[in-house]
């Protein structure tokens, strides 16, 4: 949602939460919609979930989920709340005293009056004989007697304070909270290098943030002048010591010279002899974790490697026994923080026991594969002026793979593995410079490391930008940051650091920044340059050879816009598979600027799922060649041709330059219109309309009238004599409906394609008739002008002008949701496949209206609507007229019929 909500504009996520607000108005709708514009804003899901409990047993258990993922994400004291109270509605005692426990371990106990009275009850239904826990001002509160439910309380966690402190102006500023007592404004103390101290009570909130979208964020700020009494460097802390992110700082460290990001210094002429390698390993929480990364790591050491851990003082008892027993076993050496001193901290504690040794700082959320630190060391000596070596990594920034942009699933051990070795086997010891490492397995040449010095911790505090300040800095002594194109680690990311990370890393960013003059431009720049697009391609080009596993190619030509063209396509694949053939989609790639064509796009070619091979990608005026040397080694059979928008042209002739035969499969009237829908504009503002097939001459006319829609360069004589050609030249035509066969045998006479349904009309379905009275009636899928949205619009006015009994919903979304929104209509937005069931079922709706003015070629809302058991009206053309018609399960209405008409269809027609 927005972070300042306003109403201006009717169809934001904003305007949608506020409108569940209104008395009168049907809260879990909009709410739902809200959710669904704003999928990860936790707020909408909080009062959804609050809404819901009030919806019986099924409702309860809808909010027991969406309390149950809030509550692991972002600890709420009101979503433990509410998912006992959901337990509680269910009857599952045991439920809710589980998230009572969570809730009094870490949240002090409020001013509500009722909430004794619900944790007593609780308490006795699991058959406790009271509850335990802490109130904001710090007393032990016990109620009723023992058993209680409930630890006795930790005042170490309850009494945490969380922020984040940044300099300004040669004082202090930044924000805290305590989780515990979040409506308490928190009270900090700031301790001078020469033990004075000042105490302060933080002031009025911030607005709401993505940081802590649930917790209040109390700011503060420190002049200079105020800090006179104290020296540097400032440990600004709660009242247990326990420092906010960013501290202990000093302002002055801040005000050091900058130097341009992109300066490089003189390379060494020659590589160093080959030192001891020393694994880093700081760990602080995540015990599974933690233990899952030292068994991979222990694994993959090479002969003579050390493995030092650095515990941080971690908080979690078995984490520190693990570490213990491994120490004991003479698994790790370990090195023990007594209190927690952050990311960067651990890391110079292990460099100090590390002296004059290679190292891989590695983070404790990581799987290596056994050979990987073998790679990232042959690639740390290829040549003299490499400093730092990062692998490719699930998520890792600039050497994130498969996708770039990272947010990659994180694969097991097994997974990471075989990553591993094929990236061996296609890249080998390959590597392209980088701007800076990644520090999550980073190996540092011990040359480079002499000369550049540790991390700084003064700047970077607890750490996150420590790993890009240090390769800068060894940058302009000369040493160069490169990717090991050969080698992958797994990475989860997230797993030691909570709370206020976000706002730490804005804050380091900031400071690399001011440190390093252009330093964001630097990376951008190599983001775009994205040296390792090459190394990409080539892995995903072996991933999905492996996954082909010998069995021949079906090439399928495609386009990325979705719709009812990749669920077919889908749909094909599957078929495909299941017939022991390994399907591959070349479909479009969207732009990733403004500045890009509009056509023709890249092509990308995956297995079906384009996630799989983001990298595949070609542009066919410059690789056209290239694609065609890939595909033969894919044992292409046959290729079919199911749409080009977007396409060069170049691949019209791409199954005779691999020699197989050609399927074309017809989703639209592309191959005659140059508008593909059949629809025009009588005139520049008039609404669209079916054109009614002209003859050549009128379809010539309609081009030069109006060029908006227009996706076909070609002359319209041009385009039947290409069309024309292909589909003599093809080893057969496919269409799914009578309609669309019809058609095309008006412009090309003797085509006899076959027609192949893309759903079952014959199979049973159960129709519900419609209401009398009030009636709601649904409109599925995504609603442009091709599909009707002028028509609905018109509908919704003309029935709120009469004040019908009609309510309009668009269960999917429009082309502009605000009009419609204002005439009345709901909106839920996207959904998901498997969602629409539920939301028909929460909708309950009377009739489906299907108010596309063009000649459907197939409709899959159709067979959606009849699936839940929905009668459909439908104008009189196309498929979805001729599969009505065919079916009995709705009717037909004249094409152009008012408005005025159209609703009284609605209201007055029974089945």
């Not at 090459?534 to 080009?541: C, E, G, K, S, V």
Request: aromatic share 6%; charged share 20%; net charge positive.
């Amino acid at each position: 949602m927005s972070k300042t909500p306003g109403t201006a504009d009717p169809s934001t996520a904003t305007a949608a939460y506020l409108r569940a607000q209104r008395p009168g108005e049907d809260a879990l709708f909009w709410l739902q919609r809200a959710k669904r514009l704003a999928p990860k804003d936790p707020r909408i899901d909080l009062e959804l979930a609050q809404r819901e409990l009030a919806a019986g047993p099924d409702g309860a258990r809808r909010a027991a989920a969406r309390f149950a993922e809030i509550a692991a994400k972002h600890d709420s004291a009101t979503a433990w709340i509410g998912l006992a109270i959901a337990a509680q509605i269910q009857g599952d005692a045991a439920a809710a005293a589980r998230a009572a426990e969570e809730l009094l371990a870490r949240h002090c106990l409020g001013e509500d009056p009722q909430l004794p009275a619900f944790l007593q009850h609780i308490s006795l239904n699991a058959g406790y004989g009271g509850f335990q826990g802490m109130d904001a001002q710090g007393t032990r509160v016990q109620h009723g007697q023992p058993p209680f439910l409930g630890a006795p309380p930790d005042e170490a966690v309850l009494n945490r304070i969380e922020g984040v402190v940044e300099a300004h102006r040669g004082g202090l500023r930044g924000w805290a909270v305590r989780p515990a007592a979040p409506d308490q404004k928190p009270r900090l103390i700031v301790t001078g290098g020469n033990g004075a101290r000042l105490s302060l009570t933080c002031g009025a909130a911030l607005p709401a943030d993505d940081a802590t979208p649930l917790l209040p964020r109390y700011r503060f700020s420190l002049t200079a002048r105020r800090l006179a009494g104290l020296t540097p460097p400032y440990l600004v802390s709660g009242a247990d010591g326990r420092a906010l992110l960013g501290a202990p700082m000093n302002p002055a460290d801040f005000a050091q010279r900058s130097r341009p990001a992109a300066r490089r210094g003189k390379a060494p002429s020659r590589c160093p002899r080959r030192a001891r390698l020393a694994i880093i390993m700081p760990v602080y929480r995540g015990l599974e974790e933690t233990r899952a990364a030292l068994a991979s790591a222990r694994r993959a050491l090479p002969p003579g490697a050390r493995l030092i851990v650095v515990d941080d003082a971690t908080p979690e008892p078995a984490l520190a026994a693990l570490l213990n027993r491994a120490a004991k076993r003479g698994q790790i050496e370990l090195l023990r923080h007594e209190a927690n001193r952050g990311f960067c901290d651990a890391v110079n504690t292990g460099l100090g026991a590390a002296k004059n040794h290679d190292v891989i700082l590695l983070n404790s959320d990581v799987l290596v594969p056994k050979d990987a630190f073998a790679t990232l060391r042959e690639v740390a000596y290829a040549a003299p002026c490499i400093g730092t070596v990062t692998p490719l990594s699930n998520e890792a920034t600039l050497c994130s793979y498969p996708d770039p942009a990272g947010g990659n699933a994180m694969p097991d051990l097994a997974g990471a593995t075989r990553l591993d070795r094929l990236a061996h086997k296609t890249n080998g010891l390959g590597w392209a410079e980088i701007p800076t490492g990644v520090g999550f397995c980073l190996y540092i040449r011990h040359d480079c490391l002499q000369q550049t010095g540790a991390l700084r911790t003064a700047l970077f505090a607890q750490g996150y930008g420590e790993e890009n300040d240090f390769c800068l800095r060894a940058r302009h002594l000369g040493f160069a940051s490169v990717a090991a194109l050969g080698a992958y680690v797994a990475h989860r990311g997230g797993v030691s650091f909570r709370g206020a990370t976000q706002a730490l890393m804005r804050r380091n960013q900031a400071v690399l920044e001011q440190l390093f003059p252009g330093y964001r431009a630097l990376i951008e720049a190599a983001s775009a340059a994205d040296a390792l697009a090459p190394a990409r391609a080539a892995l995903d080009a072996a991933r999905l050879q492996a996954a082909r596993a010998g069995r021949r190619s079906v090439l399928l030509i495609s386009h990325g816009h979705g719709g009812g063209v990749a669920r077919q396509i889908e749909r094909v694949c599957a078929a495909l598979r299941a017939q022991g053939k390994f399907p591959l989609v070349l479909t479009t790639k969207f732009p990733t600027t403004r500045k890009a064509p509009r056509y023709p796009w890249p092509a990308l070619l995956c297995d079906g799922h384009t996630q799989t091979s983001p990298n595949l990608t070609f542009d066919l005026a410059r690789q056209f060649e290239a694609l065609l040397a890939l595909l033969r080694g894919f044992r292409v059979e046959r290729v079919e041709m199911h749409h080009m928008l977007g396409q060069h042209e170049a691949l019209r002739g791409l199954a005779a330059a691999l020699g197989v035969r050609q399927d074309i499969v017809l989703h639209d009237y592309a191959s005659f219109c140059p508008r593909v829908s059949l629809l025009n504009r009588p005139t520049r503002e008039a609404p669209l309309r079916y054109c009614g097939e002209p003859d050549v001459k009128g379809c010539e006319t309609c081009v030069k009238q109006d060029r908006r829609g227009v996706f076909e360069t070609l002359p319209v004589q041009r385009l039947l004599a290409r069309s024309r050609a292909e589909f003599a030249g093809a080893r057969e035509v496919r269409v799914p409906s009578g309609d669309m066969a019809r058609r095309l045998a008006r412009h090309f006479p003797g085509l006899k394609p076959r027609i192949t349904a893309w759903d079952d009309d014959s199979q049973p379905v159960s129709l519900r008739p419609p209401r009398t009275g009030a009636r709601r009636i649904a409109v599925l899928g995504g609603i442009g002008p091709t599909k009707g949205y002028d028509v609905l619009l018109d509908c919704a006015l003309d029935a709120k002008a009469r004040a019908l009994p009609l309510e309009f919903f668009i269960i999917g979304s429009s082309a502009e949701d605000g009009a419609l929104l204002e005439a009345g209509v709901k909106i839920t937005g996207g959904y998901k496949p498997e969602e629409l069931d539920s939301l028909i079922a929460e909708i309950q709706p009377d009739l489906a209206f299907l108010p596309s003015i063009c000649p459907e070629t197939w409709c899959f809302t159709l067979t959606e609507a009849w699936a839940a058991g929905l009668y459909a009206l439908v104008f009189d053309l196309g498929a979805q007229a001729e599969r009505v018609r065919a079916t009995q399960r709705g009717a037909v209405l004249p094409l152009g019929l008012p408005a005025e008409r159209i609703n009284n269809a609605l209201l007055g027609i029974n089945f």
